[in-house]
């Protein structure tokens, strides 16, 4: 069973800028991002394949959000910016030992916790 442990996340205006970390108690092909924003279906925002360093992104974050991965911490980083109050959602933490598909969420197998994420007009 991995364990993802997550941290960051928090409060700020519209424009502003958050960063999101994940560290995994072990090895996984891939590591990544998704969110539910209140009252709506989980989504993926962004994921990285650890061996070939793919990085999917959803359209809605692209140009605006970079997630990052740390080979040796076993970290997944996302740097969050010009934040906008439909970024607002829960922030979970995701990983498998095979494949992430950012529109299938119910495929990935282990789910850190969460971090909420709201961002004011």
């Known amino acids: 069973q991995v364990q993802l442990v997550e941290s960051g996340g928090g409060s700020v205006q519209a424009g502003g800028s958050l960063n999101l970390s994940c560290v995994a108690s072990e090895d996984v092909a891939c590591m990544g991002w998704f969110r539910q924003p209140p009252g709506k279906e989980r989504e993926g925002v962004a994921v990285i394949y650890t061996e070939t360093g793919g990085t999917p992104y959803a359209d809605s974050v692209k140009g605006r959000f970079t997630i990052s991965h740390d080979r040796v911490e076993k970290t997944v980083n996302l740097h969050m910016r010009s934040l906008k109050p439909a970024d607002t959602a829960m922030y979970y933490c995701?990983?498998?030992?095979?494949?992430?598909?950012?529109?299938?969420?119910?495929?990935?197998?282990?789910w850190g916790q969460g971090v909420q994420v709201t961002v004011s007009s």
């Open positions: 995701a990983a498998d030992p095979l494949y992430c598909p950012l529109e299938l969420p119910h495929r990935v197998k282990y």
